[in-house]
T-cell receptor, first 114, second 108 residues
Framework: DAGVIQSPRHEVTEMGQEVTLRCKPI?????LFWYRQTMMRGLELLIY????????DSGMPEDRFSAKMPNASFSTLKIQPSEPRDSAVYFC????????????FGSGTRLTVV | AQRVTQPEKLLSVFKGAPVELKCNYS??????LFWYVQYSRQRLQLLLR??SRESIKGFTADLNKGETSFHLKKPFAQEEDSAMYYC??????????FGKGTKLTVNP
């Protein structure tokens, strides 16, 4: 298993541009999570899905952020328009339905908005 | 509400010394607790779960419900243990809440 796959690994964009981050969870995992990591705030949960349905999006900072999970093997996090304060590492994680297992994280996308 | 507190942002020890990374939590129900490790600019990796009660890379952690703590310990630190360590809590939902992390530096 290749694990949780995120793309791109690095993204540099200009303020005002649209940014789309992608995540492929581990096959068979029911839950998918998007986290943001910054020096100031640490790891913040933005949104999570269970069986492709958004369950809790209370961590999404504002309307500029949106996330979708059109099927069990793909999710996107979109920022439109992007701002410099959105610069962070964005992690995706997934977990199977069997609670005997923990959460597996992807390698993250390092976003820089200039 | 679920909350995880890691009181030390930085912790520095010498190689071979014991190390303890503190984690306290706040949750009214029965939590599921985890320790994750993040080596320089890499992904978070699961280190321990309190349910499994296993020892990984010499690290152990015991859930103390009376003190609401889940401290991470290792009797003899190694240089390769230098990393960021995050304590995390899962409550009734699938939501995993993280502490702010402790940066451990093991000096030669």
């Amino acid at each position: 298993d290749a694990g949780v796959i995120q793309s791109p690994r690095h993204e540099v964009t200009e303020m005002g541009q649209e940014v789309t981050l992608r995540c492929k969870p581990i096959s068979g995992h029911n839950s998918l999570f998007w986290y943001r990591q910054t020096m100031m705030r640490g790891l913040e949960l933005l949104i999570y899905f269970n069986n492709n349905v958004p369950i809790d999006d209370s961590g999404m900072p504002e309307d500029r952020f949106s996330a979708k999970m059109p099927n069990a093997s793909f999710s996107t996090l979109k920022i439109q328009p992007s701002e410099p304060r959105d610069s962070a590492v964005y992690f995706c994680a997934s977990r199977p339905g069997d609670r005997a297992y923990g959460y597996t994280f992807g390698s993250g996308t390092r976003l820089t908005v200039v | 509400a679920q909350r995880v507190t890691q009181p030390e942002k930085l912790l520095s020890v010498f190689k071979g010394a014991p190390v303890e990374l503190k984690c306290n939590y706040s949750y009214s129900g029965s939590p599921e607790l985890f320790w994750y490790v993040q080596y320089s600019r890499q992904r978070l990796q699961l280190l321990l779960r309190h349910i499994s009660r296993e020892s990984i890379k010499g690290f152990t952690a015991d859930l103390n419900k009376g003190e609401t703590s889940f401290h991470l310990k290792k009797p003899f630190a190694q240089e390769e243990d230098s990393a960021m360590y995050y304590c995390a809590l899962k409550g009734g939902s699938e939501k995993l809440v993280f502490g702010k992390g402790t940066k451990l530096t093991v000096n030669p």
